[in-house]
């Protein structure tokens, strides 16, 4: 059985992580720099990234990174979901991060790991890890070695230096910035983590793995996706709770706390049932990642299945329960809630996750 | 009672050894069961968190799981921990809290050898999820105290020879100052058990009545009117059920749906399939929270996530024993007896798919309440209000009921 547990050195790292969320991106600032047309927090990202060397954390030292493990990332990723904070680090450092060490491509892999790159892989964000269910590559590579088609609903392509792009004929890194590379923003319903559609016409690029290596890549890229997001909904669900819970602490009706009312009581109570069970499953979808354990794509799975549709739960009781100012632009909730409902479609939702489960377990439909 | 031969600081190595010594010295294959039990409770063996001279060497409570296993692995008797439940979990530790010493010496040996088994009289018909409203009233006439009421849903009532037994002393205060806690003899002519016949058609519970039964003062726990706060030290021993290993994967009430679901193809609708796989997740989810809480108590950090392992439980038994009785079709319309039966034990696995679904019922009610342990989890863990109470300062007679 894994260590479901936090070490002492992850327990530093969350507390490292949330002093410098506190610092650079409290929650209440968040919506306003959005607003302010910085879809990203770029100084953010290069303190989490460069200074405090977040982005390889879990790169083995050989390229570049801090050798440490998934398990570690999770903690980030846990306190990123808790301040819905706008970069780059699930889809670049986890996701680009994952499909690149499962090709060893190592130049592209120390760029990441120092931070100064940002890659994503050039997928739609709802696509799950299920080997054997993508159609036809939507990028077609010409005589000539030249990319050319559109990839729709890109997570993070905005923020993006490097493109990841699966093909018929391997997975390519494609500088984003390169002639005949167009990045569509789409209308995002997660404010705080931009798509665009990706389109590419006649561009070049460098061939990091072909044939079923590549088609491996792409499958550990979004299989690490789906089992470390857990953990950012963890994160996410957490500060739902806890600020629903000061919240109905302080608010009075009726001449009381409505927090004493046995109506919301027992909500929260379950939302808190809900989280200790999220926090187990997270911390063993991370531990099987961490160890790339052979239990691995049921432990994603069965992460997704039980984390979206609770992380959704928590964030729209935090809604309803915060009454009114719940409601409203103004406060913080609905970016929560929004990530939420985005982060249960990422990877895949929890229907198709448990689809996919059924034939994992041997449980037929 | 004879003395412990242990020292008065007693090391795991020492203890490794007084085990063994004992073990040589009184070998289970050719000793009388009980003659071997007492032997054990008279070396400090029993309990070894107990004080000396009552079971125990006044050692860590970590240190049981060891002395037990090399018993065990000795194939030594137990004390038969089904009937002495009650006994050991509940009546020893308050007894070994608020009694006195003549009642220690008097108890706690054959408690903890079976040899005299106990059972616990708190609920009543009025008094369920609020315990503090009983009304089973006690009167002082002399050295004695005169007992009258009813008490309910009693394990093990019709084989117990004592009752720990909460009661109301003084009704014109409020509720929670006017209870005295007793030692009860259930063998007095006043007491009558009768089975209690729960939905499934079973007997696991009695109700008690109570009339006029005599209770001299030497068998009162704690002071006239203290009766809550020794209450309350009686409850706080109610075990946390969490297993001592790790189940496997599809461990548990699942196994009763997957096997059902792989065995029987033409039972198979999209319907099915999706509530199989929800409640394949859940008991998934749930089994991983059970051995991250099992880890956080190894380590020696115990958290507040044993009160959310209950709730989930009791809804996970209820659902999944639902959807198995529908998955069963025509079988599911049959039971497997309806005859009043007095079970040994309750062992869901073992049981029909519809005894299942009705004592699962149960699992919501019994042992708290899951309305009162969201309560539980909503004011001790999340910090929240409590309901204002319009039932504390008022004396006892004068709540409405």
């Excluded at chain 1, 760029?111 to 892989?121: D, F, H, P, T």
């Excluded at chain 1, 561009?203 to 499958?219: F, H």
Aim: glycine share 10%; aromatic share 6%.
């Amino acid at each position: 059985m894994k260590d479901l547990l936090y070490s002492d050195v992850e327990t530093q790292l969350r507390d490292g992580v949330r002093d410098a969320l506190a610092r650079r991106s409290p929650v209440a600032t968040v919506l306003a720099g959005i607003e302010s047309g910085q879809p990203y927090d770029r100084d953010l990202w290069r303190t989490l990234a460069v200074e405090m060397g977040l982005a390889g954390i879990a790169v083995p030292e050989k390229f570049g990174g801090a050798g440490g493990s998934l398990r570690e990332a999770a903690v980030v990723l846990e306190e990123l979901g808790r301040g819905v904070a706008p970069v780059p680090y699930l889809t670049s450092a986890i996701v680009a991060t994952s499909a690149l060490l499962a090709c060893g491509a190592g130049d592209e892999l120390a760029a990441l790991a120092s931070g100064q790159a940002i890659a994503v892989l050039a997928v739609p964000f709802a696509k799950g890890p299920f080997p054997g269910t993508a159609g036809a590559p939507a990028v077609a590579v010409d005589a000539d070695g030249y990319l050319s088609g559109t990839v729709a609903g890109v997570a993070d392509a905005l923020a993006a230096t490097l493109l990841l792009v699966p093909t018929a004929d391997g997975l390519y890194a494609v500088d984003a910035s390169a002639p005949g590379v167009t990045r569509a923003a789409v209308v995002p319903l997660d404010l705080t983590r931009p798509i665009a559609d990706v389109s590419l016409a006649a561009v070049a690029g460098r061939r990091v793995a072909e044939g079923p290596q590549a088609a491996a890549a792409v499958d550990a890229g979004l299989l690490t996706g789906a089992a470390l997001l857990a953990s950012e909904q963890l994160g996410v669900a957490q500060w739902c709770l806890d600020t629903t819970v000061e919240y109905v602490k302080q608010r009075h009706q009726f001449g009381r706390p409505v927090g004493s009312f046995q109506a919301v009581k027992h909500r929260l109570a379950d939302v808190w049932v809900e989280l200790t069970q999220v926090r187990a499953v997270a911390r063993h979808a991370a531990a099987c990642a961490a160890e790339g354990d052979a239990d691995l794509a049921v432990a994603a799975s069965l992460a997704q299945a039980f984390c979206s549709p609770a992380a959704v739960h928590a964030a729209e009781e935090c809604v309803q329960l915060h009454g009114g100012i719940g409601f409203t632009w103004e406060h913080p909730a609905h970016l929560f809630l929004k990530r939420a409902k985005a982060d249960a479609i990422a990877y895949g939702t929890a229907d198709r996750h448990r689809v996919h489960l059924a034939a994992l377990v041997d449980l037929p439909g | 009672m004879t003395e412990s031969p242990a020292p008065a600081r007693t090391s795991a190595q020492d203890l490794d050894r007084l085990v063994a010594q004992f073990l040589a010295a009184h070998p289970p294959a050719s000793m009388d069961r009980l003659e071997f039990l007492r032997a054990r409770f008279d070396a400090g063996l029993a309990w070894v968190h107990f004080p000396v001279g009552l079971g125990g060497l006044g050692l860590s409570r970590s240190l049981q799981a060891g002395v037990d296993a090399a018993f065990a692995a000795a194939g030594a008797p137990d004390n038969n921990p089904r009937r002495a439940v009650i006994g050991l979990g509940m009546a020893a530790p308050t007894i070994l809290r608020h009694g006195t010493d003549e009642q220690k010496r008097r108890f706690i040996r054959p408690l903890w050898t079976g040899e005299q088994v106990w059972c616990q009289l708190f609920s009543e018909p009025g008094a369920g999820s609020d315990l503090a409203n009983l009304a089973t009233r006690a009167v002082r006439q002399g050295d004695e105290w005169v007992v009258t009421g009813q008490k309910v849903w009693t394990s093990l009532a019709h084989e117990a020879d004592w009752a720990i037994l909460i009661t109301r002393t003084d009704p014109d205060v409020p509720k929670h100052q006017g209870m005295t806690y007793f030692i009860c003899d259930m063998h007095d002519p006043g007491v009558d058990v009768r089975p209690l016949r729960q939905l499934t058609g079973e007997a696991e519970f009695n109700e008690v009545f109570l009339t006029d039964v005599r209770i001299p003062d030497s068998l009162r726990l704690g002071e006239v009117g203290d009766g809550w706060r020794v209450a309350q030290s009686t409850l706080m021993n109610e075990r946390v059920s969490i297993g001592a290993g790790a189940l496997p994967r599809e461990g548990g009430i699942i196994s009763t749906i997957t096997a059902l679901w792989r065995a029987h193809p033409e039972a198979r609708t999209p319907g099915g399939h999706d509530a199989v796989l929800r409640s394949w997740v859940a008991a998934e989810a749930a089994r991983l929270a059970n051995e991250r809480l099992r880890q956080q108590l190894a380590a020696g950090q115990p958290g507040p996530e044993g009160s959310a392992q209950k709730l989930t439980y009791a809804r996970l038994n209820q659902e999944i024993s639902g959807i198995e009785v529908e998955l069963s079709g025509q079988t599911g319309l049959s039971y497997e007896d309806w005859a009043l039966r007095r079970p040994a034990g309750v062992d869901l696995l073992s049981r029909s798919a519809g005894f299942r679904y009705l004592r699962a019922k149960g699992n919501s009610i019994e042992g708290g309440t899951s309305e009162i342990l969201r309560n539980i989890i909503a004011e001790r863990v999340l910090g929240l209000p409590a309901e204002p109470r319009v039932d504390v300062h008022v004396p006892w007679k004068d709540l409405p009921r």
